[in-house]
């Protein structure tokens, strides 16, 4: 079985230090429903967080 993941989304926001917590509860919450989210730091500004939605 084959399992593919697919971006829906992905938006640069300004990077906070408790971001993390929304990703991390928006995965727990919403992993039944094939759903995942990813967050990083822009390469080029380390003041903006990539967020990205992922379908799995």
Request: glycine content about 2%; charged content about 30%; proline content about 2%.
């Amino acid at each position: 079985m084959e399992s593919k993941i697919e971006i829906l989304s992905t938006v640069k926001i300004q990077n906070t230090p408790d971001l993390y917590k929304i990703v991390d509860s928006l995965n727990r919450t919403l992993k039944h429903d094939n759903l995942m989210f990813g967050l990083a730091l822009d390469k080029e500004d380390k003041n903006k967080a990539v967020f990205t939605i992922y379908r799995t």
